[in-house]
């Protein structure tokens, strides 16, 4: 088979070059929607230069009842729940990885098969559960579900991760004493520090966005989070506040942002193991 031309070639690239920039517009165009009508004093649903600059939407949000109460409520709610999944796939994929068993992978399966099920499809017997167990409206409830929904997901990440740690590093500290648990602790999570990162803020995101749970679980406006508050620009008869809701957008993907800057050194990092099992 022939190979093809240079023209069919460029064509190809041409067209993987225009694919690629036709989906980095459907990115960039919310973007700049958001970061252009949070500075313009008449903002719509079109995508344009404001006449003027105006800060004016930030000091109508930037209120204990719009913005810092639902933010503080967001922040324990998702690092509440970010600190508990992180602990709990950390000790459930280490024996996973470290230990051999028939048992593994029917339970890989099966952690695979419960990241696949929408959290809408099992709320109504999650909402009935947690009133019998008088869960329901409280923020360690909704801690507690959302570890759960983020840790099957995980623990498939964790695990991976892990795998790439050598085992000899903990069999010479098993040599001098140490048990599983303190090896775990102080040779195999340090070493994966990249992989702590990339769990930690891919749980972080997933419940700093979500809506659905809280709106579901809470019923006190008062410990409702900036995901759900977000709701109230929205007001009736089709009406919108286009610039406060993109002003509020902006506060609220701060954290998020912030988080991400804070784990980019590490994300970029490798595991640093050359030569640590040689010798």
Known sequence: MAPPSRRTTTHRRLAADAGLLAVAAAFLLPLA???????????????????????????AILTPDITFTPLLNSLLLCGGGTALTVACAALAAYPLSRFRSRLNRPFLLTILFATSLPITAIMVPVYALFVRVNLIDTVQGTIFFFAASQLPFAIWLMKNFMDGVPKELEEAAWTDGASPFQSLLRIVLPLMGPGLAVVTVFSFVMMWGNFFVPFMLLLTPDQMPAAVSINEFFGNRGMVAYGQLAAFSVVYSTPVILLYVLVARRLGGGFALGGAVKG
């Open 33 to 59: 929607w958001v970061l252009l009508s949070a500075v313009d004093p008449d903002a719509n649903l079109k995508v344009k230069v404001p006449g003027s600059l105006t800060l004016d939407n930030f000091d």
